[in-house]
């Protein structure tokens, strides 16, 4: 049977094979290149393996995979933008390379070259796929707009960092599982079950990259520690840690998270240090494994052979993996 | 049998119903306030217009007509954004009133939105119609890229502009007229004749832009002469003026789009009175009477009955008496 490398270089064959190069090139080299500069194909592979699972025909998810990665792929274009980021994945971003305006103007393409792909492959559930992209980009949106929110306020909760990351990026996830079971024709109760798994993966990824900023080997994680730190973003490490603390430790790490310290290396190597006093770490991967143990019971639910869940155990294990 | 006006009054009807305001408001409130701001509306009517001609139920189309509006105003949010422009419609843009991001991030959840409307109301020809709203989506943002290289360049032609225009204005009608014929089950043939009469009237109402800035009545027009002069934009009157120039009056004109002139007043004025001394104006009357009559001979062949053909008529009459 199938396992996960197989539709990871499926999807690797996929992008290599695609043209994204068009007329005017001020529009479309953005878009190309944003689009060749690789990153984990996640979404995609996830689609595949969704469909494969419910004995879907490869070739008709091919489009959506594109579509799926494509759409991904403008919201970091935005993304990048909105944070003035200058590199993505060790390249400039677009934002950079070019200039606002191009990057305004080639996510926009981007967003509207998704929906393309996706209209491009007949299925007589085209409007359920359509409606699921559809719902999970306004999400995206909304997610991204409470997370630019929250930099803004000092009172944000753990629900409501949880709610931000699973719009931002778990419904994501979950919808390219979806989109690819409904592909195959699988039942509503099992593509929702699906969606469900792919909500607790994506909480865990999203969580596991927390811990990772915080406590990440920066040569196997390839991000520096303590980015997040610096720009001060209210990540579950330091919710959780503003519960754990005691008066005077929450002043030190409000202080620290309210912009006060200029030494920013300092400000890592203290924040990392009351993290250590208060014990946090084993707090988020409680937090971690708890969403990783929901993911795979709502797998485990799923009726189809056993045999056939092999990809997307072995995506949750790889991405379960990350954190050794 | 209808008129434009019902059509009008109904596009009126179903804005002032419809609720855009949704959590988290300064994700929405950005949307409510642009798709309050009104404008003429000229798509959505037209869509109804082109429904109802033949023959469709109006209550199918109410969410597309939402939809193409929706569209038309995120394109017009980003474009201002783009242009840093701090007026539309007489109030402040987004970008101005908000600020960068709010602008970026509200403006893709309308694209969004856009598609909601679209896929909420099912219909035979779903995949017709997506295809017809997506491919006019992609050509706007590609006229827009364009419009943006061609402020960089002094040897833009005008068969170049006309490209240009055509996708920046009028695939929009030309898609609207199309996707509400495709809601009424018009035959291919037709629905294409739509789009065509669409497209000579967008090109038609572009060029009367270009003509107003120069020659329009400001109380009338409601925009102030001569803007594109100031911005030095590259309209059909300064590329016609290049083509009927002598040498001398061809320097002047370079000189002033070259933006070799402190006093933007003065410029206006002398620019205005090289147009005067060349006889452009009855060059561009020309272009647009063309457009104009092609439009109309695209609706004569229309094989609908003639008094179906009313509402759309008074359309294109309202577009070419803005001149007047």
Redesign the interface.
Known sequence: MYNIKYYLDKVSQIFAEEKFCA??A??YDPIDYTLRLGGKRIRPTLLLAANGMFGGDESLVRDAALGIETFHNFTLL?DD??DRSPLRRGQPTVYAKWD??TA??S???M???A??YF?RQ?TPR??DI??CF??T??EV??G???D??FERRSDVTIDEYMMMIRKKTAVLLAGALKIGALYAGAPDGETEKLYRFGIHMGLAFQLQDDLLDGYGDTAVFGKKTGQDIRDNKKTYLPLRAMQLCNASQRQRLADFFGGKVDDEEEKVRQVLALYEEIHLKPEIEKAIAEEFAKSIRTLDEIKVDEEKKTPLREMLETLNGRKK
């Open positions: 007329e005017p001020e529009l935005h933008l909105m606002e305006n305004i103007l996510g926009d393409t967003f509207a070259l929906w393309r209209l007949p085209l409007r359509l409606n559809n719902e980009a306004i949106c909304e991204q707009q409470y630019m929110n």
